[in-house]
């Protein structure tokens, strides 16, 4: 018989609000829940943002996050409950037996350390091995998670590599002090999916080869699919469902999951440009530091008003960079942005405060895109005193007409971004958008860390508002379905280059070149197995060439 590693047992997890004026109220987060994992095994849990998913995850550390504490249950690893286990028990295995990835990597590495100092930390505390083991280790991690320069890239700090790249350091992190459970809180959010292929494949071979445990948090029925031998369902706190990857994929008995299943990305019809762009970006050359290496390469594209330009490619391919040309914060080398008719200077201390108002910007990490002191109601509100002038009763109307519109509702004006889950944050970051009336928004992956539902919902407002107010949109992902659902014209980008670009139709309409048929076939499928079959692909493609 397999050997029971976690058993959780009617788990209970509670946070205290303090409503403004009103007495302080106990709110509920995880009711109830129970679950067992075996060695060598993965649970998925699935669910909407806010269904309480990173929460159970955190428990098996005996960490709650702020203002969230253990009130009932047990927690039981390796055979002892850890919630009785002191501070000191709980630290001890901490980064030995457990061990986290977390959603936002940028949030949680130290900018200050170099990135293998980071890596074999945990390794070094607990005495699994000597410096020059933990970083063997660590480098034959970083090959086997494809990232570039594995015998060097250990010597960077963290602003130094991609996003995407820097959330693979992290699952190597995890990996080399060899735990005996880890627990993945959206690990392929922020990877782009030729990247994430491999990324899967690697989780996969790493608890095979290791046998270690893992609890896989995420909102992507497709991703999960190919990790999981277990999926359990989570709504509101509670459970609603547990079996099999392939029952709960094939069939799905609670109404909630079946929809989770079968959600349906939305169907745009591309619109055709209108006479006159609100961007256009003409031959921008950019690079970071002393100049000796290009990030962007003679980039030149347009957005028309009313219209969507989605923005493809592979973590490090120029994408955000492209964003951070535009908005002023890294000057062209050469090459000019027309925004509106006009030329913008190049840097953003340059730009006077209309241009501020009518460029906003959706960051990819909502972690570290807002003020950690600030409540929702400070956050959103500030554009609407900065542009408009509102203040008191008038501002805090408008802030709960947006909390409305991205489906939050006017009680969370008073929260902190650490009470909000990692969906909720994001949907803050697009109200604080909305709120200053703007003529184009750069989204940055502004859907990776939302469940399908709340995504399409996230998706279809987008859209309407897009249709009311004409606002132009420049939207960054690396998910094809998202693509597909919102885009009038695409560009890929491939190491600083725009390889394709053109109107939706034309771009995802064969024959393609060999990077956007690889993006395109790399596309997770709600199939299980899809994973090894796309390895197979990929390896049969690359002996052809």
Known sequence: MAETLLDIRNLRIEATTYPPGEPPRTVTIVDGVSLTLEKGKVLGLIGESGAGKSTIGLSPMGYGRGGVRITGGEVILNGRDILKAGRQGVRALRGKEVCYVAQSAAAAFNPAQRLMDQVVESSLKHGVASRAEAERRAVTLFRKLSLPDP????????????????????????????????IFDEPTTALDVTTQIDVLAAIKEAIRSTGVAALYITHDLAVVAQVSDDIMVLRHGKMVEKGTARQIIQEPGEAYTQALVSVHRIEHQEKPPGPKPVLSVRNVTASYGNGAVNVLKDVSVEIHPGQTLAVVGESGSGKSTLARAITGLLPPQRGEIVFDGRKLPNRLADRGKEDLRQLQMIYQMADVAMNPRHTVGTIIGRPLSFYFGLRGAERDRRVNELLDEIEMGKGFIDRYPAELSGGQKQ?????????????????????????????????????????????????????????????????????????????????LTPPFDDYTDLLLSSVPEMEIGWLETAIAGRKMASAGN
């Open 427 to 507: 949907r803050v970051c697009i109200a604080r958008a909305l709120a200053a009336k703007p003529k184009l928004i750069i989204c940055d992956e502004v859907t990776s860390a939302l469940d399908p539902l709340v995504a399409n919902g996230i998706l279809k407002l987008l859209l309407n508002l897009q249709q009311i107010e004409q606002v132009a949109y420049l939207f960054i992902t690396h998910d094809i379905a998202t693509v597909k659902s919102i885009a009038d014209s695409i560009a890929v980008m491939y190491r600083g280059e725009v390889v394709r670009y053109g109107a939706k139709s034309q771009v």
């Open 151 to 182: 015998e060097n890239i250990g010597r960077r700090f963290p602003h130094q590599v991609s996003g995407g790249q820097l959330q693979r350091v992290m699952t190597a992190m995890a990996l080399c002090p060899e735990p005996d459970l880890i």
